[in-house]
C-alpha cells in the first residue's frame, strides 16, 4: 500500500523558519516525481513545488520562490520541504503528493497533510 | 499560469440523479486534465487522469470528457458517498493549477 505521512508541521512567528518531512512507502520512491501541495483554510488547492525522480530538477510556485526549497533523500525514501521568511499566506495544510514518471502524470497518491500556521 | 475556470462553485443534487462539472482551461493544455474529489478534513483522491481514464478502484458512474479547452466530470447515478468537492487540474505545465472546486451537496 502506498503511504504518504507528513510531519513538521506546527506554529511559526511570520519570518520564521520550517521543515516540513515526508515518509514514502509501499511504492519504488526514487522512480516517482514528487510534490507539494498547500490549501489554505476554506481555500482551494494550491500546487507548491516539484522534484524529479533523482532530485535533479525541481520547480516552484511563484509565491514561494527564493523562500523555500524541495529536496529527497532517495535512500532514505524521504522528501523535505525547508521554508524560511514565513508569511501569514503560508498558512495552510501542506501535502506531499507523489506524481509518475514524468512532470506531467497526475497525482496519484496524496498525504494526510500537516498544518503549518504563520502567525505571531 | 494557464488559467482553469470551474464551474459551477455549488451544486445540490439528489441520490440517483446524473451530474456535470465543467472545467475550462485558458489555453490549450491537450488531454492533460485530472478530477480530484475530496470529502472534509481528508486529502483529495484522484478520480480522472488525463481527462478520461478512470483511476483504479475508481466508481463507474465516473467519466471524463473534453471538448476543446472544455472539460467535464460526469457522475451518471449520484450515491450518497459521492458528496464531496471536486476540483480539476491540468498537469500540461507548471505551475499546475486547479480550479475553485464544485462542493455538490445533498438536496
Known amino acids: 500500500e502506498v503511504q504518504l505521512v507528513e510531519s513538521g508541521g506546527g506554529l511559526v512567528q511570520p519570518g520564521g523558519s520550517l521543515r516540513l518531512s515526508c515518509a514514502a512507502s509501499g511504492f519504488t520512491f526514487s522512480t516517482y516525481w514528487i510534490h507539494w501541495v498547500r490549501q489554505a483554510p476554506g481555500k482551494g488547492l494550491v500546487w507548491v513545488s516539484r522534484i524529479n525522480s533523482d532530485g535533479s530538477t525541481t520547480s516552484y510556485a511563484d509565491s514561494v520562490k527564493g523562500r523555500f526549497i524541495i529536496s529527497r533523500d532517495n535512500a532514505q525514501n524521504a522528501l523535505y520541504l525547508q521554508m524560511t521568511s514565513l508569511r501569514a499566506e503560508d498558512t495552510a495544510v501542506y501535502y506531499c503528493?507523489?506524481?509518475?514518471?514524468?512532470?506531467?502524470?497526475?497525482?496519484?497518491?496524496w498525504g494526510q497533510g500537516t498544518l503549518v500556521t504563520v502567525s505571531s | 499560469d494557464i488559467q482553469m475556470t470551474q464551474s459551477p462553485s455549488s451544486l445540490s443534487a439528489s441520490v440517483g440523479d446524473r451530474v456535470t462539472i465543467t472545467c475550462r482551461a485558458s489555453?490549450?493544455?491537450?488531454?492533460?486534465l485530472n478530477w480530484y474529489q475530496q470529502k472534509p478534513g481528508k486529502a483529495p483522491k484522484l478520480l480522472i487522469y488525463t481527462t478520461s481514464s478512470l483511476q483504479s478502484g475508481v466508481p463507474s458512474r465516473f467519466s471524463g470528457s473534453a471538448s476543446g479547452t472544455d472539460f467535464t466530470l460526469t457522475i451518471s447515478s449520484l450515491q450518497p458517498e459521492d458528496f464531496a468537492t471536486y476540483c480539476c487540474?491540468?498537469?500540461?505545465?507548471?505551475?499546475?493549477?486547479f480550479g475553485q472546486g464544485t462542493k455538490l451537496e445533498i438536496k
Open positions: 503528493v507523489r506524481g509518475g514518471g514524468s512532470g506531467r502524470s497526475p497525482f496519484d497518491n
Open positions: 487540474q491540468q498537469s500540461y505545465s507548471i505551475p499546475y493549477t
Open positions: 489555453q490549450s493544455i491537450s488531454n492533460y
